[in-house]
């Protein structure tokens, strides 16, 4: 079951040493002159180029560089060149966000084809990853006091994104000495996998969302505290992605959380349980919620859960009036509905779900799409969702607080336009002082 998706794999050897610094020279098919010469040009040029002359044949290796970047590999000019720019566009991604250039260059074995490598060319533990379609990061770090000197080499299969994760790990091994907690590091350099900028929409492999969907959800302290190495499985892997990819792009929990990063790669006295504490139950919430409807497209920051608002018990006739926007997730209406009571909606507007844009009310089209919603929180937990719509009385499947949104797909939000004036009222008998109909009844009854 393993076997055919990368079980990566990071190691990092640490050497104390005062005053002294050691530069690693790892075993290479091309020989110490040809990487140094390789290394030295690739601090001149800033193009993409290949650097041998040898005939160019299929499974030919050869070296590749590009500004931030040396690459060993058995793929073709055009594939490495592609990889090579993806490589550049993701450090650019990484190190802005850590504010910490990439100021050496990033060595990495990129490999089709291990046919196609003499059998001396990787340390064992390399080979052993490469063979089982993974790849590791080799790092040396020598350390005098603060300072420290660090060089990291990559050996990865050419495929599913490993290089770009692998070189995430180098970078914050050169840059920084550490990768952070086995959760940050993977969770972070899957991340970078994925990476697209000014995009933040959930893009992670297909295998990966289906496989955290079907599955009983890890919690939180499961994912932080555990004990669990690096390298350990794919699936490990998707869970501190979806919780990376969940606190980086949700606005309740951005702000946070590249500092608490920052904290762990320069080694503060940081934790996750410190930083937020405070908002435990909310993000235990949001990240099951995430895991729950988890889909290609899915953007967690129009999906936030809005924490603030206050929420009251509605009186008499007075409603409470509520903007509703065709591109969020459930949004608060302040109400506190009581599953005893009728309550009666009017929505006024028109919005849209679909890239033709047609406008549709609060009752949505045919088959459903663009209606309002609602949902119930108690105390965390969430209702059945149930149907509003333009104009219609309705009751609550549980007490609690009344949250709302336009009926789409959870991947197909962001195109959605338009917002709606929504209004929540007691119904009519309701407000005027009657509990409910079978009561007014039973009241008549009596008389
Ligand atoms: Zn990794």
Redesign the pocket.
């Known amino acids: 079951m393993s076997n055919w998706y990368p079980r ?3 190691t990092t050897i640490s050497i104390s040493l005062a005053l002294l610094l050691i530069p690693l020279h790892l075993p290479s098919p091309f020989g110490k002159s040809q990487w140094a010469s390789t290394a030295s040009a690739a601090q001149k040029k800033p193009s993409t180029k290949k650097k041998n002359d040898r005939t160019e044949a299929e499974g030919t290796l050869r070296d590749y560089f590009s500004p931030h970047f040396l690459v060993h590999t058995d793929l073709s000019a055009e594939e490495a060149e592609d990889l090579l720019k993806r490589l550049e566009t993701m450090i650019k991604l990484v190190s802005g966000y850590w504010g910490r250039p990439c100021r050496q260059t990033i060595e990495c074995y990129v490999v089709k084809d291990l046919e196609n490598w003499p059998k001396d060319a990787f340390p064992a533990a390399a080979l052993d990853s490469l063979e089982s379609g993974g790849g590791l990061t080799m790092t040396t770090v020598v350390t005098n006091g603060n300072d420290f000197q660090a060089k990291a080499t990559v050996y990865a299969v050419a495929d599913r994104g490993t290089p770009q ?2 070189a995430v ?1 180098a970078y914050c091994g050169q840059s920084f000495g550490t990768t952070g907690p086995t959760w940050y ?2 969770g972070m ?1 899957e991340m970078g996998n994925y990476w697209n900028e000014n995009d933040h929409s959930v893009n992670a492999a297909e295998i990966v969302i289906r496989y955290i969907r079907e599955s009983e959800p890890k919690s939180l302290n499961e994912i932080v505290n555990s004990n669990e190495r ?2 350990d499985s794919w699936q490990n892997y998707a869970w501190r992605w979806a919780l990376c990819h969940l606190l980086e792009h949700n606005p309740n929990y951005r702000e946070r959380f590249r500092p608490l990063g920052l904290g762990f790669l320069t080694k503060q006295k940081v934790s996750f349980e410190q930083v937020y504490g405070s908002m435990a139950d909310e993000i235990s919430f949001e990240y099951l919620f995430f895991l729950n409807h988890l889909e290609a497209g899915y953007r967690v920051d129009l999906c936030a859960w809005d924490w603030k608002p206050k929420f009251r018990v509605l009186r008499g006739t007075r409603g409470q009036n509520v903007k509703v926007s065709a591109a969020k997730g459930w949004q608060p209406t302040r109400v506190l509905v009581d599953e005893e009571s009728t309550y009666a909606c009017e929505a006024a507007g028109e919005w849209s779900v679909d890239a033709e844009g047609a406008m549709l009310t609060a009752d949505g089209n045919d088959a459903g799409s663009g209606r309002l919603i609602g949902v119930v929180m108690d105390d965390y937990k969430l209702s059945d969702e149930f149907e509003l719509g333009a104009e219609v009385t309705f009751t609550v499947p549980q007490s609690g607080q009344l949250y709302v949104r336009c009926r789409d797909g959870w991947g197909e939000i962001a195109d959605n336009k338009g917002t709606l004036a929504v209004k929540i009222k007691l119904a009519d008998n309701e407000a005027k002082g009657g509990k409910s109909v079978s009561s007014i009844t039973e009241e008549e009854s009596n008389d």
């Open positions: 990566w794999r990071w994760h692998e790990h590091s993977e350099a690096t390298g």
